[in-house]
């Protein structure tokens, strides 16, 4: 009886305990509670004292002097979309006189000549032109899907280069897109890389070629290798194919290099910023 005494006291003061620590200013997680059953015994003066003083000590409360001189989450966005299209421009002398010199070829070669082919040969024709390019540049994109596992992509470019080559006069024509609504998905060796992790490495530009990357400058070279042009005739006939397919594709995009110069503080940087986003999207697709 005597223990059972002393346990049954026990057990009510551990109660009691637990009861006034729960109650204690120091928790302001069970506060309110605790401070209903207090305000129940209080005279009316003395819960109006208590209330002031939760008016007073509130806002003090969500004020946490570790989160002092944090930025907002909106910035910490911005600041991360900004390092996402970063890349290393240890080359920038070199790169910035070639952008120059690109800058010239185009606006005292290239865009005039493109003006001038568009003139002579219209946009119906420019197109079919285009169409026989991508659909010769198949093997490319072929054998960078399987390097990919887009198994599915891979066998759409096999169906659109027989179609195009067989109902498509020799892919002059987009036979696979308009009657069996194949569209073409581009893919090269940068992209594969870049689909293994691989990063840009650092940016570079190339005189006529334009800008690139050390990545992307190998993979134009592998790409090389695919593409049947590589193959015929002299390494004259190649440029001279290579070439035509510069201007007649040029020829659909007059006006945009200007706007995008024009509108810019600073036209180098942001022709390689444009550069990254672009290729960060085509790795993304």
């Known amino acids: 009886m005597t223990k059972l005494t002393i346990l ?32 129940a015994t209080l005279s009316q003066g003395e819960t109006s004292i208590l209330v002031q003083d939760k008016v007073v000590q509130q806002p003090d409360e969500p004020i946490n002097e570790s989160d ?12 991360e979309e900004k390092e996402e299209f970063h890349i ?6 070199w790169n910035k006189a070639m952008y120059h010199v690109n ?14 082919y568009s003139t002579v040969f219209p946009e119906g024709m420019r197109l079919s032109f285009s169409n026989f390019y991508e659909n010769v540049a198949t093997p490319i994109r072929f054998v960078n899907d399987l390097l990919q596992l887009k198994i599915k992509s891979a066998g759409n470019e096999l169906v659109r ?10 892919g ?11 569209k073409r998905h581009d893919e090269d060796l940068g992209q594969t890389f870049a689909s293994y992790g691989i990063g840009h490495g650092f940016y570079i530009v190339w005189p006529i070629l334009g800008p690139s990357s050390l990545r992307d400058s190998v993979g134009f070279v592998g790409d090389r290798f695919l593409h049947p042009f590589s193959y015929i005739g002299s390494i004259g006939v190649s440029a001279g194919t290579y070439g035509h397919e510069q201007v007649n594709e040029t020829s659909f995009h007059i ?9 810019a503080v600073n036209p180098y940087v942001s022709i390689r910023d444009a550069y990254v986003q672009n290729r960060q999207k085509k790795a993304e697709e």
């Not at 280069?161 to 020799?170: D, S, Y």
Request: charged share 20%; with cysteine; glycine share 8%.
């Open 8 to 39: 049954i006291s026990g057990v009510i003061l551990i109660f009691s305990f637990f009861s006034l620590a729960f109650c204690d200013d120091s928790l302001p997680s069970v506060i309110p509670s605790c401070d209903q059953n207090r305000a």
């Open 68 to 79: 002092e001189g944090l930025e907002p989450p909106y910035q910490e966005e911005v600041g």
């Open 88 to 93: 290393a421009d240890p080359l920038a002398p």
């Open 103 to 116: 800058d010239k070829f185009y606006y005292w070669f290239l865009k005039p000549v493109s003006q001038g």
């Open 161 to 170: 280069f027989v179609a195009n080559t067989l109902f498509g006069v020799v």
């Open 172 to 182: 002059f024509g987009d036979f696979a897109k308009e009657k069996m609504d194949i």
């Open 255 to 263: 006006g945009e290099y200007e706007d995008l110069t024009k509108a």
